[in-house]
């Protein structure tokens, strides 16, 4: 199974909104409403962000948003703070009953 | 609050295997809706899923590994395992165990992460 593609890294300024793509295929992405994003900072493990692709888990800000069309799904962060600066990896389910990460995407805040 | 650590050697000699075990608390590793994952991350990588298992004893797993995996559990500890046989230098990584809902595969718990080196 081939990672999911996301862009290596995006940035933007405290305040901004910013978008992270999940791009997969049929069997993975556009099969399923199984997207989920994770947060990762330096040294710690991932944090899960948004679940079912549009579901955020409790405590997570309704800063955090995604959505999905078609193979491709996103990821966008509003009001960005400091804070959210971090890596964010994408995850969906398979058609073979497995699970499938992106290869991730460094956020800067500028 | 539910909670996974992962135990096992920090090193492991080539060709060798790897073995890990992860210990949840604050919940029960026999519920019906949740399988439990074992997550790795190269330095400086991204993740990639190993494999999961579900308390009755299926598994699943990354095709590019399958060959070389054996995910196990065992409900009277409220622990699973993994052993990765014929390590090589290419399974350095920081090993993460995660519980994964199991309808709408998304992982809401993890551990902290073990980190094992392969290197004589």
């Known amino acids: 199974q081939s990672a999911l593609t996301q862009p290596a890294s995006v940035s933007g300024s405290p305040g901004q909104s910013i978008t992270i793509s999940c791009t997969g295929t049929i069997n993975d992405v556009g099969g399923y409403n199984y997207v989920s994003w994770y947060q990762q900072h330096p040294g710690k493990a991932p944090k899960l962000m948004i679940y079912d692709v549009t579901n955020r888990p409790s405590g997570v800000s309704n800063r955090f948003s995604g959505s999905k069309s078609g193979s491709t799904a996103s990821l966008t962060i509003s009001g960005l703070q400091a804070e959210d600066e971090a890596d964010y990896y994408c995850?969906?389910?398979?058609?073979?009953?497995?699970?499938?990460f992106g290869g991730g995407t460094s956020l800067t805040v500028l | 609050q539910v909670q996974l650590q992962e135990s096992g050697p920090g090193l492991v000699k080539p060709s060798q295997t790897l073995s890990l075990t992860c210990t949840v608390s604050?919940?029960?590793?026999?519920?019906?809706?949740?399988?439990w994952s074992w997550i790795r991350q190269h330095p400086g990588k991204g993740l990639e899923w190993i494999g999961y298992?579900?308390?009755?004893?299926?598994?699943y797993f990354n095709p590019s590994l399958k060959s070389r995996l054996t995910i196990s559990i065992d409900t009277s500890k409220n622990q699973f395992s993994l052993k990765v046989s014929s390590v090589t230098a290419a399974d350095t990584a920081v090993y993460y165990c995660?519980?994964?809902?199991?309808?709408?595969?998304?992982?809401?718990?993890w551990g902290q992460g073990s980190l094992v080196t392969v290197s004589s």
């Open positions: 604050g919940g029960s590793i026999s519920s019906g809706v949740y399988y």
């Open positions: 298992i579900y308390h009755s004893g299926n598994t």
């Open positions: 995660a519980r994964c809902y199991g309808d709408h595969p998304y992982h809401d718990y």
């Open positions: 995850s969906s389910f398979t058609s073979s009953s497995n699970v499938v």
